[in-house]
């Protein structure tokens, strides 16, 4: 029988994909670009991206057996399924370079300034290799706990922050013009383009088609709402010429705050609560991955190509976190052009596609649904024989007295 998950794993995987980058990295690049109206990018970025996983949804419910490589190969052949299991690989492989980006300069900058880069590199591919083969199910519980980490660590910061926000620091809106800010929350798009196709990968995996909508949105609303506070804050404690300084702007906002007497050093809660919400990224990639290549190569499982494709991914990672420069440029250029492409493009293509070939959606569904309906009247054939043999042996026994 098909692992599944429930939707609230579901809505808690959505939310770690997108948590660790937005508030890492994100916030500061757009600061560069559009100073105190981040916030305001950030809120675009999340209302268009609900419009992206719409897509994403009404694609996979159209044959909820199976993914998007499924259902192109339904749609124009086995090529063309491979064509897109390439492209969804060249998106994970790019994705894996910005969340290299985020892990290894959280850590490496802030605490292990002297540890060289292969060493979270290697802890990486471990740690992404035990959650992909263990699967969706283990690393939809752990996101539930990063969900939680996620909360406390907002909370945390709240309320050490509160006491030095000036909501002054917020005004004037759109300073930089309407089309400058709506153009900045590209940055934050591309962050939800990994929430999106991992989607598009696992959403067959989700019990209950019915709730996937809901429980989608609500995902992106919740996530949003939990990334949203970090540019308020950040600009509002900060200021924006402070937060635009920083690669790791989350980091220098976390030395600002405080509780009391007695936590000052918010910088280690941070990376504790953090750090389960990258590692989920690190494993979803992974998992992402390695079953977009095995689709490519036409097996079945794929688990066999987790480490082939985790090497290949770990290679580019560390070749991109290598050189600063390379990185940032890299992150805030190519990535972003590269995921708004393949995560705005390929569900238009497929959309598109099924709009004409709905009588082949609807002839490969019929197939499946027949072949789901004997399977399930085999199991419960030989459930019916097992039981039988079960009384015919407890027979003699009751004849013999016994």
């Known amino acids: 029988m098909k692992v599944q998950i429930t939707n609230g794993m579901l809505m808690a995987i959505i939310i770690n994909t997108v948590y660790a980058k937005a508030i890492g990295l994100t916030q ?138 000036d909501i002054r620091e917020l005004l004037p809106t759109f300073q930089s013009g309407v089309t400058n800010t709506v153009w900045a929350s590209r940055h934050h798009v591309a962050d939800w383009a990994m929430a999106t196709m991992t989607l598009a990968v696992v959403l067959p995996y989700v019990r209950n088609p019915k709730e996937w909508s809901r429980s989608n949105i609500a995902a992106i609303l919740f996530g949003g709402a939990f990334v949203v506070m ?8 900060l200021s924006p010429e402070v937060t635009a300084q920083y690669i790791v702007s989350c980091m220098q906002m976390a030395r600002s705050a405080e509780i009391g007497q007695f936590i000052h050093r918010y910088e280690m809660i941070m990376i504790a609560f953090f750090a389960i919400s990258i590692l989920t990224q690190i494993m979803m990639c992974f998992l992402c991955a390695s079953t977009a290549v095995s689709k490519l190569f036409g097996l079945k499982d794929y688990r066999h190509m987790i480490i082939p494709t985790a090497l290949v991914l770990s290679g580019y990672g560390f070749w991109v976190v290598f050189d600063h420069q390379r990185a940032m440029e890299i992150l805030e250029t190519t990535w972003v052009e590269l995921s708004l492409s393949i995560a705005i493009g390929l569900p238009i293509l497929l959309l598109v596609l099924g709009i004409f070939r709905k009588k082949k959606l609807k002839k490969a569904n019929d197939q499946a649904n027949q072949e789901a309906e004997k399977k399930q009247d085999g199991n419960q054939t030989q459930k019916t024989k097992k039981n039988q043999q079960i009384n015919t042996n407890q027979k003699p026994n009751e004849a013999n007295g016994n």
Not at 72 to 80: P, V, Y
Not at 133 to 150: N, P
Not at 230 to 237: C, M, S
């Open 28 to 165: 500061g690049t757009m600061a560069r670009e559009v100073g105190s109206d981040i916030w305001i990018s950030t809120i675009i970025a999340t209302l268009f991206s609900i419009l992206i996983v719409f897509m994403i949804v009404v694609i996979i419910r159209r044959f909820p057996t199976g993914d998007m490589m499924d259902q192109s190969k339904i749609l124009l052949g086995t090529w063309f399924s491979k064509i897109i299991s390439l492209i969804l690989f060249i998106f994970f492989l790019g994705a894996y370079g910005a969340i290299m980006i985020t892990y290894v300069y959280h850590l490496m900058d802030y605490f292990l300034p002297e540890a060289p880069v292969y060493i979270f590199i290697i802890i990486a591919f471990i740690v992404g290799c035990y959650g992909a083969f263990f699967g969706i199910e283990v690393i939809g519980r752990m996101a539930l706990i990063g969900v939680f980490s996620v909360l406390a660590l907002n909370i945390l910061l709240m309320l050490g922050s509160l006491s030095m926000f």
């Open 230 to 237: 970090w540019p308020i804050l950040q600009v509002g404690v």
